[in-house]
């Protein structure tokens, strides 16, 4: 297995809903990230786990919370979002964070399309 | 302040010719370099990276060159295909900062 899922592909709520995006890898990679793409930009860090552990959050709102509750799954808790919220919102996961010496290669889910309305 | 620039939105490139494109920087920190490759509706996918000890990375169709003193890369496609028309990012990442460290005694 070689990909990095992701679900659901598309998402409509509500800035008063609670919703989660959900983000899987089988390929004993241990570095995950949250990356968010508004429309032709590049794509911008949100969070990266290392080792299940949070590593770096890119000064991203409390509205967003990520979870990792093992080495192959990543998760996106939403609550109280606003519509400008509304992007892409990429999985990726790399075999380790980029080190001094070894530089990874990142693989990326396609990414779920939320709608916060 | 973009740290990473590609300053053409497009290129538009002949079936069989070569396809050049840039990608400026301006953090000397920066010490490897990759390009990702995305389709409409996709995720991005991983192209070619270069670490910052070497000027030049190929493989197949593809070479990456640097020029660490003008902060430039560009990603060379030969010979372009119809399939690979997409969108290309390039990215790059800095490597860690010490800090001078604190020798630690431990008494008996």
């Known amino acids: 297995d070689t990909e990095v899922t992701q679900t659901p592909k598309h998402l409509v709520m509500g800035m008063t809903n609670k919703k989660s995006l959900k983000c899987e890898q089988h390929m004993g990679h241990r570095a995950m990230y949250w990356y968010k793409q508004k429309a032709k930009k590049p794509p911008e860090l949100m969070f990266v786990y290392s080792y299940e552990k949070l590593s770096i959050n890119e000064s991203v709102p409390s509205r967003f919370s990520p979870e990792c509750p093992n080495s192959s799954l990543l998760n996106l808790h939403l609550h109280a979002l606003q519509p400008e919220d509304s992007a892409l919102y990429l999985c990726?996961?790399?075999?380790?964070?980029?080190?001094?010496?070894?530089?990874?290669?990142?693989?990326f889910g396609s990414g779920t399309r939320l709608t916060v309305v | 302040d973009q740290q990473v620039k590609q300053n053409s939105p497009s290129l538009s490139v002949q079936e069989g010719r070569i396809s050049i494109l840039n990608c400026d920087y301006t953090n000397s920190m920066f010490d490897y370099f990759l390009w990702y490759k995305k389709y409409p509706a996709e995720g991005p996918t991983f192209l070619i990276s270069i670490s910052s000890i070497k000027d030049k990375n190929e493989d197949g169709r593809f070479t990456v060159f640097l020029n660490k003193s003008a902060k430039h890369l560009s990603l060379h496609i030969v010979p372009s295909q119809p399939g690979d028309s997409a969108v290309y990012f390039c990215a790059a990442r800095a490597q860690i900062i010490f800090g001078k460290g604190t020798r630690l005694h431990i008494l008996p």
């Open positions: 990726a996961s790399s075999p380790g964070v980029p080190t001094l010496t070894a530089g990874y290669g990142y693989t």
